[in-house]
């Protein structure tokens, strides 16, 4: 009788000699196929190069315009255009281009707040403009600035008492001949914002120039009911006295209304789960809101002598002010089994009328060729 295996009987097959060398020749031929190069498929080779959008160093590190390797400090100067293609509108957004740079406390409709290596800056001490110091307790629009400097690390060389996260400094737009430029975007939120850049020189040796740039904005987010409103207005001119010597001036309005936006907050002594909260709610909607309100005038003369031999001399004087109204609310448990319900109190704290005004000069002059002095002497 013919025996056949049983199905869980399991069979090994022998190869014979003949059958290993067969094998072992064409493994040994594909992989000499492999690694013998072919001009019909090898791909010719494409190197792209493109001018970098940001700078490794920045005016506010007061260092000159040395190289950034040449300098022991770090800092970033993102340009307009840099700005403009990261769609950064406010301040909030420049975690967008660095990322050692992220929020500090940025809620719907209220003053943005930055952190820097981990250390949140302070609003009244962490912030220039033009190299001079101004309080960020207010929204700042960056329809007419040139550039953003953020400088990271301990800055009290450059700014005395302050965070040790860095500096943020903004540079405004000057004019620099003719300009023509129309701005209008909208986004999925319904956030629509529009403004002009017009810029222009004239006069016999074109000596006068002048720089205007206006928005308004349409104020809204992914949260119910948190319509607001935006406005900016600002000018600068220049005047060339001589060659080497100029007297800058600008000034910028600004207006922001906008209800702010509370968080949700702890159910108790429960985290709540992101699936169960809908983004779009809004806990501050209220009969008896009210909006948090911005309005700030800020402006600054500047004087600027080339006096050769590598000198040159820049006087500044600034000024700024603010006046603001805030209703930014929080939550309260009535109590905290009430609370672990979802059932929530709001508080809010209105700061009905709350100016600030800060001013501030600068002379500083420089010698151009500074890598010079650093040589030794022979």
């Given at each position: 009788?013919?025996?056949?295996?049983?199905?869980?009987?399991?069979?090994?097959?022998?190869?014979?000699?003949?059958?290993?060398?067969?094998?072992?020749?064409?493994?040994?031929?594909g992989v000499q196929a492999q690694n013998t190069p072919d001009?019909?498929?090898?791909?010719?080779?494409?190197?792209?190069?493109?001018?970098?959008?940001?700078?490794?160093?920045?005016?506010?590190?007061?260092?000159?315009?040395?190289?950034?390797?040449?300098?022991?400090?770090q800092a970033q100067t993102f340009?307009?255009?840099?700005?403009?293609?990261?769609?950064?509108?406010?301040?909030?957004?420049?975690?967008?281009?660095?990322?050692?740079?992220?929020?500090?406390?940025?809620?719907?409709?209220?003053?943005?707040?930055?952190?820097?290596?981990?250390?949140?800056?302070?609003?009244?001490?962490?912030?220039?403009?033009?190299?001079?110091?101004?309080?960020?307790?207010?929204?700042?629009?960056?329809?007419?600035?040139?550039?953003?400097?953020?400088?990271?690390?301990?800055?009290?060389?450059?700014?005395?008492?302050?965070?040790?996260?860095?500096?943020?400094?903004?540079?405004?737009?000057?004019?620099?001949?003719?300009?023509?430029?129309?701005?209008?975007?909208?986004?999925?939120?319904?956030?629509?914002?529009?403004?002009?850049?017009?810029?222009?020189?004239?006069?016999?040796?074109?000596?006068?120039?002048?720089?205007?740039?206006?928005?308004?904005?349409?104020?809204?987010?992914?949260?119910?009911?948190?319509?607001?409103?935006?406005?900016?207005?600002?000018?600068?001119?220049?005047?060339?006295?001589?060659?080497?010597?100029?007297?800058?001036?600008?000034?910028?309005?600004?207006?922001?209304?906008?209800?702010?936006?509370?968080?949700?907050?702890?159910?108790?002594?429960?985290?709540?789960?992101?699936?169960?909260?809908?983004?779009?709610?809004?806990?501050?909607?209220?009969?008896?809101?009210?909006?948090?309100?911005?309005?700030?005038?800020?402006?600054?003369?500047?004087?600027?002598?080339?006096?050769?031999?590598?000198?040159?001399?820049?006087?500044?004087?600034?000024?700024?002010?603010?006046?603001?109204?805030?209703?930014?609310?929080?939550?309260?448990?009535?109590?905290?089994?009430?609370?672990?319900?979802?059932?929530?109190?709001?508080?809010?704290?209105?700061?009905?009328?709350?100016?600030?005004?800060?001013?501030?000069?600068?002379?500083?002059?420089?010698?151009?060729?500074?890598?010079?002095?650093?040589?030794?002497?022979?």
């Amino acid at each position: 009788m013919r025996r056949f295996p049983s199905p869980t009987t399991h069979r090994h097959l022998a190869l014979s000699p003949l059958a290993v060398a067969a094998c072992s020749l064409c493994l040994s031929l594909g992989v000499q196929a492999q690694n013998t190069p072919d001009d019909a498929s090898t791909l010719p080779s494409v190197g792209v190069t493109a001018a970098a959008k940001r700078q490794a160093k920045a005016s506010i590190a007061g260092l000159g315009d040395g190289p950034a390797w040449q300098q022991p400090v770090q800092a970033q100067t993102f340009s307009e255009e840099m700005l403009k293609d990261a769609q950064v509108t406010r301040l909030a957004d420049l975690t967008k281009l660095d990322a050692s740079v992220s929020d500090g406390y940025n809620t719907i409709g209220y003053i943005d707040t930055l952190t820097v290596r981990g250390f949140v800056l302070d609003n009244a001490y962490n912030y220039r403009r033009e190299g001079l110091p101004i309080s960020a307790e207010t929204r700042i629009g960056l329809e007419n600035k040139a550039a953003v400097e953020v400088f990271k690390g301990t800055s009290g060389i450059q700014a005395g008492v302050s965070s040790p996260g860095g500096l943020v400094n903004f540079l405004v737009k000057r004019p620099e001949g003719r300009v023509r430029s129309a701005t209008f975007s909208v986004d999925n939120t319904g956030d629509a914002m529009s403004a002009v850049d017009l810029g222009d020189r004239f006069g016999e040796r074109r000596q006068w120039g002048v720089r205007v740039n206006a928005a308004i904005e349409r104020l809204n987010s992914h949260v119910d009911d948190s319509e607001g409103h935006r406005r900016l207005a600002a000018v600068a001119v220049d005047h060339v006295f001589a060659p080497g010597q100029v007297l800058e001036a600008e000034i910028e309005h600004s207006f922001a209304s906008q209800p702010s936006i509370p968080g949700f907050s702890m159910l108790g002594t429960n985290l709540p789960s992101a699936s169960s909260i809908d983004p779009s709610i809004n806990l501050n909607n209220q009969p008896w809101t009210q909006p948090s309100q911005f309005r700030g005038t800020t402006a600054t003369i500047r004087l600027k002598n080339d006096w050769g031999q590598s000198w040159r001399s820049t006087v500044t004087y600034g000024a700024q002010y603010l006046k603001s109204k805030t209703a930014p609310p929080s939550l309260q448990a009535v109590t905290p089994r009430v609370f672990t319900t979802g059932i929530v109190r709001t508080a809010v704290l209105t700061s009905t009328t709350s100016a600030r005004m800060t001013r501030a000069a600068q002379r500083a002059p420089s010698w151009r060729n500074w890598k010079a002095a650093l040589k030794p002497v022979a």
